[in-house]
């Protein structure tokens, strides 16, 4: 991932914290017909290692997993996509100043990397399915529990998906909140944003260019 000085995120809680606010991720794999990617939903085991582990599953029909089974030396890619938002010239200072501006994109993204491991067990299917239902039903007013449904449609299930496991060896975080601009042009994009007809990605975004930008509220 190209990187600009400016735009590079190292702090540990703040990727993971992305990671689990953002589960969908883009799973990439490598193989001998080209790249393969698939959007999977992740659970993120900080504690485990020095960048955390990911946990996920996959349909048993998805050819995918036996891409990764054939190939156990082989390095997976894992792409956690945050806010994002376009960025009009005509929010900035500089417009009005010089006209010497174009568009460009806001995002704040994580990549993730590391050795990938299939795993087949039924038990340890079934506990992470209940992992990753108690993360998302967290909080809802009628929760979802595994426990819900009839247990032999269960299993039922259970046989048609396997596990994955990825110890995170690489992590790499961008940010890129319009921190290269002067700061009035910072401040009329947070104020920008704040405009926009989608407030929850678009406030989300104006936060991060404030954040990250040293820029009062408008």
Do not use: C
Not at 20 to 40: F, M
Not at 81 to 110: C, H, L, M
Request: charged share 20%.
């Amino acid at each position: 991932m190209y990187q600009p000085p400016h735009f590079i995120e190292t702090r540990t809680e703040v990727l993971h914290a992305l990671m689990r606010a953002h589960p969908l991720g883009l799973l990439v794999s490598n193989g001998t017909d080209g790249p393969a990617a698939d959007l999977i939903p992740f659970l993120l085991d900080a504690e485990v290692g020095a960048n955390g582990r990911l946990r996920a599953h996959m349909a048993r029909a998805n050819p995918h997993w036996r891409l990764i089974a054939d190939n156990p030396q082989a390095k997976v890619l894992v792409v956690f996509q945050g806010s994002d938002a376009y960025v009009t010239p005509s929010w900035y200072e500089t417009k009005r100043e010089t006209g010497k501006v174009v568009p460009t994109w806001n995002y704040a993204i994580v990549q993730v990397g590391g050795a990938a491991r299939i795993i087949e067990d039924g038990a340890w299917v079934a506990t992470q399915i209940g992992d990753l239902t108690r993360q998302q039903e967290n909080g809802r007013q009628e929760a979802w529990a595994v426990t819900d449904a009839p247990p032999a449609f269960i299993q039922a299930q259970i046989k048609g998906i396997v596990g994955l496991e990825i110890d995170i060896q690489t992590i790499h975080g961008k940010w890129k909140v319009s921190q290269n601009r002067p700061v009035a042009d910072r401040a009329g994009v947070a104020d920008g944003l704040d405009r926009e007809t989608d407030p929850e990605q678009s406030g989300d975004m104006a936060s991060l260019v404030r954040r990250y930008g040293g820029v009062e509220q408008g």
